[in-house]
């Protein structure tokens, strides 16, 4: 059973989130819950799965590099981000070996700040007021297709399953809400413009990704497991200006960036014997957004960065049923210079960004 389970946590891992301000998007693994072991396979009764995931952060550390900024706390500027996301999603299984799937998120996101509204100084923000802006709604759809190398029937002791999919830009982009201002009486006027790219619900742009996950059996109730995933994102930008009121636009980082993002992961499983179809496990798990894209432009703005996370978690199932709930816990958070960054002829420009400090993260799946 403990393979069984262990790919269950595979495919939650691939349900991405970002976590903070760097805009990691919702993507999903093709593989559906449980998909390489007989024991799965003797339960499954059907071809269709569906899939619901729930997923909540809070990020409110500053990092520049790998250095946190502190003083943004003690000084009450930090910037907050909260996101509550339910992930929703079908696999149907031609064969045992073969896999497609489809995964839509719906999210919420609210953010505060005072830098975006009336400023971080107290010259200009002598009450410290903190204003709120946010998106509700769908995000970018993934449709993918995933293939085990060798069959699951065969009981191989190790497997490896590889995929390919596409991401469409179901997401709305183009976001906006009200932002609180001062005008020279110090009087309160409100504009409307895009929200941060970080609660955008979408990033524009059509992408494509690759995958892959594996396996190996150490014994019968213990499981290492191991599976990566990039997206290519070749849209440059997407045609939303981040600050539509400003004099003049940074011509690299006036529009949002259409980034590619990355994750991978490494960890065991153990099989609890006195609890059937329970499992616990821990690895280590790494995503972020690169820089530099692999194929087309990186200019516009973006905040690229990565966390590694412990990650922890247990897994469940039984019959139809599968359930997962895991934490990644933040060890390491770096926010990267960005391409626009990296133009600066002094070298000093360096931008920075807000992590969270955990993930939540429960989902569950049933065959018909």
């Given at each position: 059973m403990s393979i069984g389970l262990l790919i269950l946590c595979l495919t939650v891992y691939n349900q991405l989130f970002a976590q903070g301000c760097i805009a990691i998007r919702h993507m999903s693994c093709a593989a559906p819950a449980g998909a390489s072991s007989a024991d799965f396979f003797k339960q499954r009764t059907g071809h269709w799965q569906i899939n619901a995931g729930y997923r909540y952060f809070r990020s409110f550390r500053h990092f520049r590099?790998?250095?946190?900024?502190?003083?943004?706390?003690?000084?009450?500027?930090?910037?907050?981000?909260?996101?509550?996301?339910?992930?929703?999603?079908?696999?149907?299984?031609?064969?045992?070996?073969?896999?497609?799937?489809?995964?839509?998120?719906?999210?919420?996101?609210?953010?505060?700040?005072?830098?975006?509204?009336?400023?971080?100084?107290?010259?200009?923000?002598?009450?410290?007021?903190?204003?709120?802006?946010?998106?509700?709604?769908?995000?970018?759809?993934?449709?993918?297709?995933?293939?085990?190398?060798?069959?699951?029937?065969?009981?191989?002791?190790?497997n490896l399953a590889v995929g390919l999919g596409v991401k469409l830009p179901t997401g709305n982009y183009?976001?906006?809400?009200?932002?609180?201002?001062?005008?020279?009486?110090?009087?309160?006027?409100?504009?409307?413009?895009?929200?941060?790219?970080?609660?955008?619900?979408?990033?524009?742009?059509?992408?494509?990704?690759?995958?892959?996950?594996?396996?190996?059996?150490?014994?019968?109730?213990?499981?290492?497991?191991?599976?990566?995933f990039y997206l290519f994102n070749p849209r440059e930008t997407n045609g939303v200006v981040r600050n539509p009121e400003a004099t003049t636009i940074d011509l690299l980082a006036g529009e949002f960036s259409v980034a590619d993002q990355f994750a991978a992961r490494i960890g065991l499983s153990q099989s609890l014997q006195f609890i059937p179809g329970l499992a616990v496990m821990l690895g280590g798990r790494v995503e972020g957004v690169p820089a530099i894209d692999a194929i087309g432009g990186s200019k516009g703005f973006r905040r690229p960065g990565y966390i590694v996370s412990v990650e922890p978690g247990l897994t469940y199932m039984r019959g139809k049923f599968s359930a997962a709930a895991t934490v990644p816990v933040a060890l390491y958070r770096n926010r990267i210079k960005s391409y626009a960054d990296r133009q600066d002829p002094t070298g000093q420009r360096h931008g920075d960004a807000a992590f969270a400090d955990y993930l939540v993260s429960i989902n569950v799946s049933r065959w018909f």
């Open positions: 590099g790998d250095h946190q900024e502190h003083e943004r706390i003690d000084q009450h500027t930090e910037v907050v981000n909260v996101s509550h996301a339910l992930d929703l999603g079908i696999t149907y299984m031609p064969t045992p070996r073969w896999s497609i799937s489809a995964y839509l998120p719906v999210q919420y996101n609210d953010r505060s700040s005072l830098y975006e509204h009336y400023g971080n100084a107290i010259t200009q923000n002598p009450d410290q007021k903190r204003f709120h802006t946010g998106s509700q709604g769908i995000g970018d759809m993934r449709i993918s297709g995933s293939y085990w190398l060798v069959s699951p029937f065969k009981l191989p002791k190790a183009r976001v906006t809400d009200n932002f609180h201002k001062l005008d020279k009486e110090k009087k309160d006027y409100v504009i409307n413009k895009p929200v941060d790219q970080s609660i955008q619900l979408g990033d524009g742009g059509v992408g494509v990704s690759l995958e892959a996950q594996g396996y190996a059996q150490f014994t019968k109730s213990l499981t290492a497991y191991v599976n990566g």
